[in-house]
């Protein structure tokens, strides 16, 4: 499990790194705060992730879609929901190739390992690993969320 988390934050910080200068969390944020703040969010999404990728068979392709869907649902929703986010079907595939990538890294390396456990092949399977990583990104977004608050408190922020 460890080591599953560990190659997943790997890639999702490349993504940070290459992605920062576009995307940042806020204006203000530099790139230490940015990949302090979304490590929370990686690793409770990836915690989930193996989870599910224990509990229930994925192909390559599957890992790939349903781990893009999941993260690219709480990055299109993180500024809150709104009217754009119903002409989200336009930037699925942008958000397939960014997410899908580091949610499927962890799977291929790890392959061997994950096949051999996972006992489900059932329809859930789709809707558990779009989900599940979304409530794991959540609950990470609420441990930023705290930490933010704790940096601030003490003056560090």
Known sequence: ???FILIGWFFAD???LINFPFNPLDADVTLFQEILFTTPIYVMAY???????RTYRFSHRE???????SLGFVEM????INPMILFGIFIVPFIIMIHGFHMF???????DELEASAQKDTRWNYAAGIFLPII???????????????????GML
Not at 63 to 69: M, Q
Not at 77 to 80: D, I, N, T, W
């Open 1 to 3: 499990m460890v080591r």
């Open 14 to 16: 490349i993504d940070e």
């Open 47 to 53: 915690l989930f992730w193996f989870r599910v990728l």
């Open 63 to 69: 890992a790939i879609f349903t781990g893009g869907l």
């Open 77 to 80: 929703c993180s500024a809150g």
């Open 105 to 111: 890294m962890p799977k291929l390396a790890l392959s």
């Open 136 to 154: 794991g990104a959540i609950i990470g977004i609420i441990i930023a969320f705290l930490l933010a608050l704790l940096l601030q408190i003490l």
